[in-house]
């Protein structure tokens, strides 16, 4: 695979070609290593803690070897949460959520296209009514992806009622998938949450919410996170994407979100591309971080 622009192997380059023995230096380059990465303080901090205690457990001497444990640790941190979309319902009802920018639309075109190449009937849902050009944008994409799309039937109008007439074709034409588009502005928690908690009750009258994907923006790091507080707190959310992780050089970000929010990373975007979005592999990532 390509070196991404993201990969974190640039900056354990340095670290891990210096020399062939383990040195005070080697720890200190690590630890700066970590946190310029955006592994965060506190994960920094323990990953550090436990490559002492295998290193010194295993008597371990040698750069090379420190670096296998380093990736062994991160891929076993990281695959302490399961990735694993649940779309076995049928229709399937996606809701994506996030701030504004992040990449939601984007997100949405690229997954429906991934879908459709397994054979699902898709049909995404244009609630983000704020904007027009937002119900546009969901347009474009959903003719790239090939796949069908409920609007709404005038600027401005109710999110959630957008959203029941979505998964109402979905239930009545037997769509396998319904992802549904919200409006991503900044908003107060309350305003936020009573808009989210009205989709998610008229969409439920009809079928369960198969999963709350929250579109989070690598660029922005543990910044964006403190942005999206409202949405982990109070919308249900089921999983992450971590989106324009090929402009970041934030890859740490990927292991600190899992365990801060305590949420699964499910997709993972690395473009501006159709092709550009993943499912999450601890073992690929892992490899992709430390190199
Ligand atoms: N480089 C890169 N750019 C991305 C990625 N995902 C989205 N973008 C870009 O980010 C910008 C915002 O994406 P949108 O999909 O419009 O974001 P949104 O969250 O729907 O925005 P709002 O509807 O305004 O809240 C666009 O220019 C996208 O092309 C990615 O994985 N990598």
Do not use: C
């Amino acid at each position: 695979m390509a070196e991404r622009s993201w990969s974190f192997s640039n900056v354990f380059r340095g670290i891990f070609s210096g020399s062939e023995q383990i040195t005070d230096d080697t720890w200190d380059d690590l630890e700066t290593a970590l946190i310029t990465a955006d592994f965060g303080p506190d994960v920094s901090e323990s990953i550090l803690d436990q490559l002492r205690a295998d290193v010194t457990r295993h008597r371990v001497t040698e750069v090379k070897e420190m670096r296998r444990m380093l990736r062994d640790a991160i891929e076993e941190r990281l695959a302490a949460y399961d990735p694993t979309l649940k779309l076995s319902e049928r229709p399937a009802v996606i809701l994506v959520v996030g701030v504004n920018g992040v990449g939601k639309t984007t997100t949405i075109g690229k997954f429906a296209n991934y879908l459709k190449s397994f054979d699902k009937r898709i049909l995404v849902g244009a609630a983000d009514t704020f904007r027009a050009a937002a119900v546009e944008q969901l347009s474009t994409w959903s003719e790239r992806a090939g796949v069908d799309i409920v609007k709404p039937q005038q600027q401005g109008q109710d999110p959630a009622s957008v959203s029941f007439q979505t998964v109402q074709k979905a239930v009545e034409e037997n769509y396998d998938i319904a992802i549904i588009d919200t409006a991503g502005r900044l908003q107060t928690k309350g305003g936020l949450m009573d808009e989210l908690g009205k989709i998610r009750r008229v969409i439920e009258k009809q079928a369960p919410v198969s999963e709350v994907l929250l579109v989070l923006d690598a660029t922005t790091g543990q910044n964006g996170l403190a942005q999206a507080e409202a949405f982990i707190e109070h919308a249900g959310v089921t999983g992450l994407v971590l989106t324009k992780l090929d402009g970041s050089a934030k890859g740490g970000f990927v292991l600190s979100v899992q365990e801060k929010t305590g949420l699964p990373i499910k997709l993972v975007g690395q473009g501006e591309g159709i092709g550009d979005l993943t499912g999450f592999t601890p073992h690929v990532f892992a490899q992709q971080l430390v190199g």
